[in-house]
């Protein structure tokens, strides 16, 4: 679902340090991603690509290794709800009963570039520390929120 619609329903933001957020369309072409660690119920990393004013998202559930050769693995990436860009620099706890409730850290961010951003297959280049090179996701046939994570070689 798209505009921040899910976003916004999940979240009682009295109640949550997270953003409200907006859309926010930028001019010029420098496109940020950042991937969140995420102390939820089990320690997941949320990967976030902005893209259309919004940050595009996907949790990571067995983690992005820091590692660069291990990136090459093959991951399980699970796409979540669309956050607002605000969400780029969001760190604190979520408080318990609270959807997604647990402590986020930020593992990486940095500046990307889309070579390929369709409906069912994203190819970029990030620019961070740890997450630094080709990246693909390609989404699973048939398959609503499921997609494939990994470092192309
Ligand atoms: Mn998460």
Redesign the pocket.
């Known amino acids: 679902m798209n505009l921040l619609r899910l976003y916004k329903r999940r979240r009682i933001f009295k109640e949550t340090p997270e953003p409200r957020g907006k859309i926010k369309l930028k001019k010029g072409k420098k496109l940020i991603f950042v991937v ?1 660690d ?1 102390y ?1 119920r089990r320690h ?3 990967l976030r690509l902005e893209h259309g004013g919004v940050l595009k ?1 996907w ?1 990571i559930p067995k983690l992005i290794p820091a590692n660069k050769s291990e990136q090459l693995k093959k991951r399980l990436a699970v796409q ?1 709800e669309d956050h607002p860009y605000e969400y780029k620099s969001f760190k604190g706890t979520i408080p318990e009963g609270h959807y ?1 409730a ?1 402590k ?1 850290k930020i593992w990486d961010r940095g500046k990307y570039t889309p070579l390929e951003f369709q409906n069912n297959k994203i190819i970029f280049i990030a620019k961070g520390k740890k997450l630094n090179g080709d990246y693909c996701l390609i989404k699973f046939k048939g398959q609503d929120k499921n997609w494939l994570f990994f470092r192309k070689k």
């Open positions: 969140h995420h939820a997941h990393h949320d998202s949790a979540t997604g647990g986020v």
